[in-house]
């Protein structure tokens, strides 16, 4: 994997943030929901849809089948395209226990965490599901620099991940 060079103005100075996209602002699938999914007794489908903040219009959809006798689920989304996604289980290092990682496709890394859609330059598209650095993403707080005179008010508002709803 390489990284991306950021573009560079006179004497070399950082341009800015013209094409950046925030992980924040895209559909994620958390390793949580896929385990509750894995685990739940007698489901065999499951369904998920991303709404942004309080709109109704479902942006992105997700149905989660099980693969019998592999570590992989597959992912069809709302327009037919499916891609079968493999998981690892890791030992936790406290009482046992375990947690559910999603290896990305691309870098074959675990993540907690995989998005939908992929930096494009000035937008996004939905691409594979792949983990933050694949996709191109950045958090929002990343590069920012708060003034300490500022820092008492707790900085910037954040906003919170795009998660999905569960419909089963």
């Known amino acids: 994997m390489h990284k991306r060079r950021q573009g560079r103005g006179w004497h070399q100075y950082f341009l800015g943030f013209k094409h950046r996209i925030n992980c924040e602002s895209v559909p994620r699938l958390p390793a949580i929901i896929v385990r509750y999914f894995l685990e739940a007794e007698g489901v065999e489908c499951g369904s998920l849809v991303w709404r942004w903040m309080y709109e109704s219009e479902i942006k992105e959809s997700l149905k989660l089948h099980r693969m019998a006798g592999l570590s992989q689920v597959e992912l069809r989304r709302g327009n037919g395209a499916s891609q079968a996604l493999e998981y690892t ?73 795009w998660n999905p709803e569960i419909v089963i």
Do not use: D, K
């Open 89 to 161: 289980w890791h030992n936790l290092p406290r009482n046992g226990g375990r947690g559910l990682m999603m290896v990305c496709p691309r870098c074959r890394r675990p993540r907690r965490f995989l998005y939908g859609w992929q930096n494009e330059g000035e937008c996004v598209r939905r691409s594979l599901w792949q983990c933050r650095e694949c996709a191109g993403l950045r958090y929002r707080s990343e590069g920012t620099y708060i003034p300490r005179e500022w820092r008492c008010w707790g900085g910037y508002p954040r906003t919170p991940p």
